[in-house]
């Protein structure tokens, strides 16, 4: 490493969005990530099939509630 940096040019904010949304990666242990990859194989693909098990969850939360 330098012993100095020279941040003289540099320009403040020139990566930051406003309304950017990130999508962070969601990882799932062993016996939840294989039950879904059963579903996933006879019906579609993981992110779909965790986005429906999810929003089931959630009406089941809403009528719970």
């Known amino acids: ?5 020279d941040f003289s040019k540099g320009e403040r904010g020139k990566f930051y969005r406003q309304n950017l ?3 962070l990666p969601i990882y799932l242990d062993e016996e939840s990530l294989e039950f879904v990859e059963k579903i996933a ?4 693909d993981l ?5 429906e098990i999810i929003k089931g969850d959630k ?5 719970l509630t």
């Open 1 to 5: 490493m330098k012993k100095e940096y």
């Open 21 to 23: 949304r990130i999508h």
């Open 41 to 44: 194989k006879k019906k579609a």
């Open 47 to 51: 992110t779909s099939v965790v986005n």
């Open 59 to 63: 009406e089941l939360a809403k009528a």
